[in-house]
Nanobody, 122 residues
Framework: QVQLVESGGGLVQAGGSLRVSCAAS????????MGWYRQAPGKQRELVAL???????NYADSVKDRFTISRDNAKNTVYLEMNSLKPDDTAVYYC????????????????WGQGTQVTVST
């Protein structure tokens, strides 16, 4: 299995910045995409940003030019730098990856973290 541990969430004022991190561990053969999703109260979980192993990125329109995703392949870690935060960014942020385990190299499976709360106050 793959364990994803997020850190760095918290409370910030509107216009402020926050950085969240997520480290993957386990019997990992390789990780393809890593990224972040978020879920606000009463809403569906939505994509925030994804990054491929090669560094290609994909962002939700609502966060483009404000958020930056990056990863350290050697550390199996993904980061999300969030700037110019808005109250609408308030949500639980979930780390995501799809990975292959040593025991099942042929299978690419999705894994999720427990989530970290990001709250943006007015």
């Amino acid at each position: 299995q793959v364990q994803l541990v997020e850190s760095g969430g918290g409370l910030v004022q509107a216009g402020g910045s926050l950085r969240v991190s997520c480290a993957a561990s386990g019997s990992i053969f390789s990780i393809d995409a890593m990224g972040w999703y978020r879920q606000a109260p009463g809403k569906q979980r939505e994509l925030v940003a994804l990054i491929s192993r090669g560094g290609s990125t994909n962002y939700a329109d609502s966060v483009k030019d404000r958020f930056t995703i990056s990863r350290d392949n050697a550390k199996n870690t993904v980061y999300l730098e969030m700037n110019s935060l808005k109250p609408d960014d308030t949500a639980v942020y979930y780390c995501y990856c799809n990975a292959r385990l040593y025991s099942t190299i042929w299978r690419l499976s999705d894994y999720w973290g427990q989530g970290t709360q990001v709250t943006v106050s007015t």
